[in-house]
């Protein structure tokens, strides 16, 4: 079985390059790999290593693996193949590099709300498609919610999603699925359906619009509850910029009972188109969420990372947003009994009765209250673990009688990849045994795509990629046949090329044409007599006169190019037609030292006075560069490669 620290760098199935961890979750964790065969970024899905030998979850994996891998649709994040390697059970999927709605949500909410409506719309379309397969996604949460590059919202990570009517999958009696998302009957054990996926997007909506999660607490279990009992705030009280209509959508969608949500996902999109075009939404029977009628008593303000308590909270669960209003109902007039009356002497002794009784019980129950907090009132302080190795902060953490919470991970400048970077609690805070230390650990930047800044201004060219998340590199003014001066018209990398995030990224900026009294072949002299050869032109095989040419000939090595051959370099050869024939016939050829000789023929053999053609010749040592007109030389430049970038003769 593959180790877990063997996984990075190493190469599934003969084909998938494996770079570095991205995320993780129960069952699997999650890397950014390479196709080499198809040279294209990939993630892979990789089953933990102690999972592998449970046949159970292997079975599953692949199972489910092996469904999802039927689904095509724009909104879906694409699964490429699955298989085993070397015992390491793995899915490879569509890699898309952009932040995911759960980190948008952090950085930017409340969004604004034709963004959420997009989201919402290209989610119900997912949900949709998928459930007329018979596959219910189960963790429908913004953190599986992700973008490519052109802004549409897919969803990702089916690989819980169960065949729709097939008894839910549990992993020892723990219900899977994110507890702040997960519907009241997957959190009772019941299996999970369709309409357990529109209370999870509900969930995502709510959170996208106010920026807050509807319920929180200390353990699952206790999220598990109160998704099973009460009713969240209202939307619109955490974010009044709310119209009633979206509030209502939300609501309906997070009913607790499945009856009372919407019947299906095309259901819930329907009225989120109504939303999108300002209309109203369908009100009829169920009760609107008014900040007097629905809030819950405001909780007292808590860390976003808590340590592990056992919360008590005994009150009656408050009504769904979707029970009809009962009518009031008048009271009955009570019968007055005399003071003295047997009767009222009996409801005394009962009274009574039932205090002493009361009382009794609370004395237990404090004195059990006091028996658990004695047995559990250790407290430790938290380990400082920035700065160490994930498994080292896990060791340390665990060591100290505490465990490792939730795993975010996001680039970072100053920690090299593998680093923790925060920690919550802080170190040295005092948090009950057992508690959960949440990390952040650094990762290697996001890889971005590279634009196309040729054509615009320096200024223009710079703005471009820092908007990118890129940076202007090395600049380089050369003379330029056709290019005003000022104009980027040379660029590397090449334009829809992958890089990190914070690549330099050099140009070559034109100085307009060289000036007319220095071409490239100079014309022959009125008096007959003879010019001195320049480099660039031909000489003639007996009198060591130039030969007259034609067309304008610039060779320009571009020197912002990065190939990982050291060796390598890139000449452009940029032919500009002169004179007035039409349809000129004129070919490029050049030859290495090692005698191969390659022709590529310009404009399709018929270029036209004042057009413009460029050739890139990529080669290493000497190299004989020609251009031919109607089959006459009529330009040689001889370039001496040295080993070191950028330098010839």
């Given at each position: 079985?593959?180790?877990?620290?063997?996984?990075?760098?190493?190469?599934?199935?003969?084909?998938?390059?494996?770079?570095?961890?991205?995320?993780?979750?129960?069952?699997?964790?999650?890397?950014?790999?390479?196709?080499?065969?198809?040279?294209?970024?990939?993630?892979?899905?990789?089953?933990?290593?102690?999972?592998?030998?449970?046949?159970?979850?292997?079975?599953?994996?692949?199972?489910?693996?092996?469904?999802?891998?039927?689904?095509?649709?724009?909104?879906?994040?694409?699964?490429?193949?699955?298989?085993?390697?070397?015992?390491?059970?793995?899915?490879?999927?569509?890699?898309?590099?952009?932040?995911?709605?759960?980190?948008?949500?952090?950085?930017?909410?409340?969004?604004?709300?034709?963004?959420?409506?997009?989201?919402?719309?290209?989610?119900?379309?997912?949900?949709?498609?998928?459930?007329?397969?018979?596959?219910?996604?189960?963790?429908?949460?913004?953190?599986?919610?992700?973008?490519?590059?052109?802004?549409?919202?897919?969803?990702?990570?089916?690989?819980?999603?169960?065949?729709?009517?097939?008894?839910?999958?549990?992993?020892?009696?723990?219900?899977?699925?994110?507890?702040?998302?997960?519907?009241?009957?997957?959190?009772?054990?019941?299996?999970?359906?369709?309409?357990?996926?529109?209370?999870?997007?509900?969930?995502?909506?709510?959170?996208?619009?106010?920026?807050?999660?509807?319920?929180?607490?200390?353990?699952?279990?206790?999220?598990?509850?109160?998704?099973?009992?009460?009713?969240?705030?209202?939307?619109?009280?955490?974010?009044?910029?709310?119209?009633?209509?979206?509030?209502?959508?939300?609501?309906?969608?997070?009913?607790?009972?499945?009856?009372?949500?919407?019947?299906?996902a095309d259901e819930v999109k329907a009225d989120v188109l109504k939303l999108q075009r300002g209309m109203d939404l369908d009100h009829t029977g169920v009760m609107q969420p008014t900040?007097?009628?629905?809030?819950?008593?405001?909780?007292?303000?808590?860390?976003?990372?808590?340590?592990?308590?056992?919360?008590?909270?005994?009150?009656?669960?408050?009504?769904?947003?979707?029970?009809?209003?009962?009518?009031?109902?008048?009271?009955?007039?009570?019968?007055?009994?005399?003071?003295?009356?047997?009767?009222?002497?009996?409801?005394?002794g009962v009274g009574v009765g039932l205090l002493a009784l009361l009382v009794i019980v609370a004395v237990v129950w404090l004195m059990r209250a006091a028996f658990y907090d004695d047995t559990q009132a250790a407290t430790l302080d938290v380990p400082n673990v920035r700065g160490l190795t994930e498994q080292e902060a896990r060791d340390q953490i665990e060591q100290r009688g505490l465990i490792v919470g939730d795993i975010e991970r996001r680039p970072d400048d100053n920690q090299p990849a593998g680093r923790v970077i925060e920690q919550a609690p802080e170190p040295g805070q005092l948090v009950p045994a057992g508690s959960e230390v949440d990390l952040v650990i650094a990762i290697g930047r996001r890889d971005v795509s590279v634009p196309d800044v040729t054509g615009t201004r320096l200024d223009r060219a710079q703005s471009l990629l820092e908007a990118q998340g890129l940076t202007l590199g090395k600049v380089e003014e050369f003379f330029h046949a056709t290019e005003p001066a000022g104009i980027v018209y040379d660029q590397e990398p090449r334009p829809g090329t992958r890089v990190d995030e914070g690549t330099a990224i050099s140009v070559s900026v034109s100085k307009g044409p060289e000036a007319e009294e220095a071409p490239a072949n100079a014309e022959e002299p009125a008096d007959g007599g003879a010019e001195p050869p320049r480099e660039g032109t031909v000489q003639d095989g007996g009198g060591g006169q130039a030969v007259a040419a034609d067309p304008y000939v610039d060779v320009r090595e571009n020197r912002g190019y990065r190939p990982e051959d050291p060796s390598l370099r890139l000449f452009n050869v940029t032919v500009v037609a002169k004179g007035e024939q039409s349809d000129q016939d004129i070919e490029v050829r050049w030859r290495d030292e090692g005698g191969t000789t390659l022709t590529q023929q310009l404009g399709g053999g018929a270029m036209q006075p004042g057009q413009t053609e460029t050739v890139e010749i990529r080669t290493q040592g000497t190299v004989t560069i020609e251009v031919m007109q109607n089959d006459r030389v009529v330009f040689t430049d001889t370039k001496h490669v040295s080993g070191s970038q950028g330098s010839n003769e």
């Open positions: 079985m593959r180790g877990e620290r063997s996984v990075e760098g190493s190469l599934i199935a003969g084909r998938y390059r494996v770079d570095h961890l991205i995320g993780e979750g129960g069952v699997a964790r999650v890397y950014r790999g390479t196709d080499e065969t198809l040279d294209r970024r990939v993630a892979v899905k990789i089953l933990r290593p102690e999972l592998s030998d449970r046949q159970d979850v292997v079975a599953r994996f692949r199972r489910e693996a092996h469904d999802a891998a039927k689904l095509n649709h724009p909104n879906i994040v694409q699964i490429y193949d699955t298989g085993v390697d070397e015992g390491s059970y793995y899915i490879v999927m569509e890699y898309l590099p952009e932040l995911n709605l759960k980190e948008i949500i952090k950085r930017y909410a409340p969004l604004p709300l034709d963004k959420v409506v997009e989201v919402g719309i290209a989610c119900c379309d997912a949900l949709s498609y998928a459930h007329r397969q018979g596959l219910v996604h189960r963790d429908v949460k913004p953190a599986n919610v992700l973008f490519s590059d052109d802004g549409r919202a897919k969803l990702s990570d089916f690989g819980i999603a169960a065949a729709a009517g097939e008894a839910g999958l549990t992993d020892d009696g723990k219900v899977l699925g994110s507890a702040h998302y997960i519907s009241p009957e997957q959190a009772q054990g019941a299996p999970a359906g369709p309409l357990s996926d529109i209370y999870s997007l509900g969930v995502t909506l709510y959170e996208a619009l106010t920026g807050r999660l509807p319920f929180d607490g200390e353990t699952a279990a206790d999220i598990a509850a109160q998704h099973l009992r009460e009713t969240p705030r209202s939307p619109r009280s955490l974010n009044p910029d709310i119209p009633p209509a979206a509030e209502f959508l939300i609501m309906k969608a997070m009913s607790r009972d499945p009856q009372r949500r919407y019947r299906s900040p007097d009628a629905t809030m819950q008593l405001p909780r007292a303000a808590q860390p976003a990372m808590r340590s592990t308590q056992v919360r008590r909270d005994l009150s009656p669960p408050p009504r769904d947003y979707s029970e009809p209003v009962a009518a009031p109902t008048r009271p009955m007039p009570r019968r007055e009994e005399p003071e003295d009356s047997p009767a009222r002497a009996a409801l005394v």
